[in-house]
């Protein structure tokens, strides 16, 4: 005579998992629709323009597309076959403890008045107040050496972006000194 363990089967021995264990599967859902838009975009990029080198400029976005798309499969497979993520420790971060709205305000502050003064007064200005409001809003009090880090920064990073790269942005003021 067999017992109920011996004829029993293997599949019915495993613990079934609901739809909410396998909350995964969305965001595998949702690298799956980006992955195809971005096909999508990068298949209707006109290749009139001008081309250098033997890369077009539909392959990038052809393989970030791809890339979303594979990443997509594997990550639904390993939910599928039990796969779970690791919950957020945040082994940092208290949190039980409330948001420190004083920090939001002030960056949102420093992002608001970047948005508002690049145009009147050009990037470097307007993003050496955007780093020296964020290191403020962060705890920063070093009052002379901030704004001078700042400074720098934001000359570095027009330089950088405006004449190596290319990438024209707002000089303001300082369009002609530098």
């Given amino acids: 005579m067999t017992t109920n363990t011996e004829t029993a089967d293997p599949?019915?021995?495993?613990?079934?998992?609901?739809w909410r264990d396998r909350s995964e599967l969305g965001i595998c859902v949702l690298l799956l629709v980006l992955g195809v838009l971005v096909l999508i975009d990068a298949i209707r990029i006109p290749t009139d323009f001008t081309q250098r080198g033997p890369v077009g400029p539909k392959a990038v976005?052809?393989?970030?597309?791809?890339?979303l798309l594979v990443i997509a499969v594997l990550l639904a497979r390993d939910v599928?076959?039990?796969?779970?993520?690791?919950?957020?420790?945040?082994?940092d971060v208290d949190l039980a403890a409330p948001t420190d709205w004083r920090t939001v305000l002030l960056l949102s502050a420093a992002f608001l008045a970047?948005?508002?003064?690049?145009?009147?007064?050009?990037?470097?200005?307007?993003?050496?107040?955007?780093?020296?409001?964020?290191?403020?809003?962060?705890?920063?009090?070093?009052?002379?050496?901030?704004?001078?880090i700042a400074a720098a920064l934001s000359i570095a990073t027009y330089l950088l972006f405006d004449g190596l790269l290319g990438v024209p942005l707002p000089g303001g003021p300082l369009m002609g000194v530098l």
Wanted: glycine share 14%; no cysteine.
């Fill in 11 to 18: 599949a019915e021995a495993r613990p079934r998992r609901s």
């Fill in 61 to 67: 976005p052809i393989v970030v597309g791809v890339l």
């Fill in 80 to 91: 599928l076959r039990g796969g779970r993520g690791e919950s957020e420790t945040g082994e």
């Fill in 114 to 148: 970047n948005a508002v003064l690049i145009g009147v007064l050009g990037f470097p200005i307007s993003a050496a107040v955007l780093f020296w409001g964020a290191a403020y809003a962060l705890g920063s009090r070093a009052y002379v050496r901030d704004p001078l």
